[in-house]
């Protein structure tokens, strides 16, 4: 654990940052590469089996957005204690996390009994796509231990700086998932031919595998770590500060389903095809915001840390660095989406109606990227910070707040084009909010809430050229 304070606390920002966040970024693209896959063995079954497994999405993304929830939580917490040396603060919290996943697991068994065939039954009435929807997810629902399990152990390695781990663990159980599907759905290798509830097995198997190794690493060396159920008692404050942080995180990962499903609606009024074309761009658009995502991922500790810390100015070299960064990624984004919309579109066999409606809709949207490099990278601080409500609020505007009014109202007067232009819109507004918001907390974050400005951050100014005010009060962690 001292060495990886080390290097949390001591080694130069962008070489750490980028050190943190590649192995994510990698961790993201397998984990997408998975899901197209995934669905192409189930497409092959036919239209109803692709349809059942649709309608069990969201029941998926609500295991994950929970898990995930609470393992950003988790990271938040225990890399603030070990950013202010609070190590016995540091185990009580990992035990913590492991004991609100079991029953999270437990709850998610009671739900998926319930609640699985009434949900199913909401959105159609066809017996077959109803039977393959409920095979589905009553496995992928009730045995979700593995997932979520899985994902707390990881969320554990990346709070100690540990990035590597997360991803061969991700890199496992997506590599299996992928093995099993066609050999569990078609019947190969003398296995039974098991159709949409082996795919769905195979999914489980993949999460208990990488859970199960998960387990195994985390035993061997788990970065300082130490979970002991011994004497186990709920400690009404970390169970604050962790769900405070995890559960509009929760929320923010289910909020591109409620999206998704409001605009669909929205388009489906005008034209099938831009629902077709809605739905293109949300795959596409994964190629940008992964990668994004991956960098917020490997921020968020470091951030934790030297929060923690009080090294404010490793913690504002960190900002500038992501933002830095994922602007350039943003910019590149841009730049495919305004320069290649048809190359883009081509790649996806876009008949000629699609490419009408698809051209000037990525054009239009991608308009919006760079502004969404304040607010992401804002958002992902704000987590950072145990602020979870301001983070909440940036990514509901961003994402749900205005969107789906603006696209009522602008639709009328200008068509389509009124639709698409509520992205960059609502990215502009999040980004104004987020800089407002950050300004307005970093004023209100005294030292009560964290240790002193140590010595190490002296030591930092020295050898860093991104430097606040050194002459800067020590009065406020910020200021």
């Excluded at 130490?226 to 009404?236: E, M, Q, R």
């Excluded at 509009?248 to 489906?268: D, E």
Aim: charged share 10%; proline share 4%; net charge neutral.
């Amino acid at each position: 654990m001292k060495e990886q304070e080390n290097i949390m606390g001591t080694k130069r920002v962008f070489p750490l940052l980028m050190s943190m966040a590649i192995p994510p970024m990698i961790s993201m693209l397998i984990q997408s590469m998975y899901n197209i896959v995934d669905s192409i063995f189930v497409a092959q079954m036919g239209e109803d089996a692709l349809t059942a497994v649709s309608l069990a999405f969201p029941l998926q993304n609500l295991v994950l957005a929970v898990a995930v929830g609470l393992g950003v939580g988790l990271n938040s917490c225990i890399a603030r204690s070990l950013g202010a040396r609070k190590f016995d603060e540091v185990n009580r919290t990992a035990t913590h996390g492991i004991v609100f996943t079991a029953l999270h697991a437990l709850l998610f068994v009671i739900l998926g009994l319930v609640l699985i065939q009434p949900f199913i039954r909401m959105f159609t009435q066809d017996e077959t796509v109803f039977s393959y929807a409920c095979q589905y997810s009553y496995i992928v629902i009730c045995f979700s231990f593995g997932s979520l399990f899985h994902i707390n152990i990881e969320k554990m390695f990346q709070a100690t700086g540990n990035m590597v781990m997360p991803m061969i663990l991700q890199a496992v159980g997506a590599v299996i998932n992928i093995i099993l599907d066609p050999i569990l759905i078609f019947g190969k290798f003398g296995f039974p031919q098991m159709g949409v509830a082996g795919a769905a097995v195979a999914t489980i198997i993949g999460q208990i595998t990488a859970c199960v190794l998960a387990v195994i690493l985390f035993a061997r060396n788990s970065g300082g770590i130490h979970i002991s159920l011994k004497g186990f008692k709920t400690d009404a404050g970390i169970a604050k500060r962790v769900y405070s942080v995890a559960v509009p995180s929760a929320l923010m990962i289910a909020m591109p389903s409620i999206l998704v499903s409001i605009l669909n609606g929205i388009l489906s009024a005008v034209s099938q095809t831009a629902v077709a074309v809605f739905g293109l761009y949300y795959k596409i658009q994964t190629f940008v915001y992964m990668p994004a995502s991956g960098l917020v991922q490997g921020m968020r500790p470091i951030v934790s840390y030297n929060y923690g810390a009080g090294l404010q100015k490793r913690l504002y070299a960190t900002l500038k660095s992501s933002l830095l960064v994922i602007g350039v990624i943003m910019l590149i984004g841009t730049g495919l989406f305004m320069l290649m919309p048809e190359s883009i579109l081509s790649l996806f066999n876009a008949t000629q109606d699609m490419m009408d409606i698809g051209v000037p809709a990525l054009r239009i949207i991608s308009a919006g990227f760079l502004f969404s490099t304040v607010g992401v990278i804002l958002s992902g601080a704000f987590e950072a910070l145990g602020r979870g409500l301001q983070s909440l609020t940036i990514t509901m505007i961003r994402q749900l707040i205005l969107i789906p009014p603006l696209a009522i109202l602008l639709m009328r007067p200008l068509g389509l084009a009124g639709v698409w232009m509520t992205f960059p819109l609502s990215e502009l507004a999040a980004a104004i909010v987020a800089v407002f918001l950050f300004l307005y907390t970093k004023k209100r974050l005294y030292l009560s809430d964290c240790p002193t400005q140590s010595a190490a951050d002296k030591s930092f100014a020295a050898s860093e050229d991104i430097l606040s005010d050194p002459d800067a009060s020590s009065e406020t962690i910020w200021d």
